[in-house]
């Protein structure tokens, strides 16, 4: 086959060409850090990237849910920590209204401290965070205990969330357990006894009262049992995003330091390949003039 000049003239700028579009590829490369920067680069990394992000996303998407459940978890827990102390003074007070010594109107001073525990246990029985009730399930949004209308929590259903791939996890606490109407009967009928001014069947709200203590410390143990298994749950979250990450990092970062080889190769390789084109073209009339 017979090679003509200008075969040899396109082919070098072919050539040429091809190896600016090697030394334009690395130098995208050094600039964004990345492998590839269209989804022609290469097909595979692409793909993988993609299903890599989706992970990720995912993750992080379980971790803003587990805010979510600890928000809901803490409440709770500080809620229920407040009606125990509560409840527990309002033992105290059943104890010292019980003493032989003290008489009608220590009574009813005594009742008047009750009334002002009894509106407490309200207002901890309507504890709210972000404008969501934590004690009637999942209603949130209808207020759970109103003792001047004698409305309790009436939905026990629990308020879940997704904190990994089909796991949920319970982040209320049963408020038909702890705020219920008995627990407000009970406190009103105390309340009245002291009222009235007379020592007898004082005594028997003591089992009552202990009954709902009881109640309160077993709800708070469900809830702290809930807790730790949280803490368990952010620990592999944790570690599924770092190796998510690295993951991530192997399929489509670009290792700097081979970059950068292949570019200083590519380089010489074009300044080489420049030469021998130089040699390959022949001369012109205006170099024969000079």
Request: proline share 2%; charged share 30%.
């Amino acid at each position: 086959m017979r090679i003509t000049q200008s075969m040899l003239s396109n082919n070098m700028l072919r050539n040429l060409s091809k190896s600016y579009e090697n030394m334009d590829k690395y130098q995208q490369q050094l600039s964004t850090g990345k492998k590839i920067h269209r989804p022609s680069d290469d097909p595979v990394i692409a793909m993988k990237s993609v299903n890599y992000r989706t992970q990720k996303t995912e993750i992080e998407q379980y971790k803003r849910n587990m805010t979510e459940v600890n928000i809901w978890m803490d409440n709770s827990d500080s809620s229920l920590d407040k009606a125990t102390k509560t409840m527990q003074r309002i033992r105290e007070l059943n104890v010292q209204a019980s003493n032989g010594t003290y008489d009608s109107g220590q009574r009813e001073n005594v009742a008047k401290e009750v009334r002002q525990l009894i509106e407490h246990m309200e207002n901890v029985g309507n504890s709210k965070i972000n404008g969501k009730y934590l004690f009637n399930g999942a209603n949130t949004k209808t207020a759970p205990v109103s003792v001047k209308d004698n409305t309790f929590p009436d939905n026990s259903d629990p308020v879940k969330m997704e904190v990994s791939q089909g796991v949920f996890l319970k982040a209320n606490v049963d408020g038909t357990q702890v705020f219920n109407e008995e627990l407000f009967n009970d406190l009103n009928e105390f309340a009245s006894t002291l009222e009235s001014g007379s020592e007898k069947g004082l005594d028997q709200f003591l089992a009552k009262f202990d009954g709902h203590i009881d109640n309160i410390v077993n709800e708070r143990a469900d809830l702290g049992a809930r807790m730790n298994r949280v803490e368990l749950v952010e620990d592999r979250l944790e570690t599924q995003e770092i190796i998510a990450n690295r993951v991530l990092s192997d399929n489509e970062d670009a290792e700097l330091e081979k970059v950068i080889t292949d570019l200083k190769t590519q380089e010489s390789v074009h300044r080489a390949a420049m030469g021998v084109g130089a040699r390959i073209i022949q001369p012109t009339l205006m170099d024969f003039l000079r």
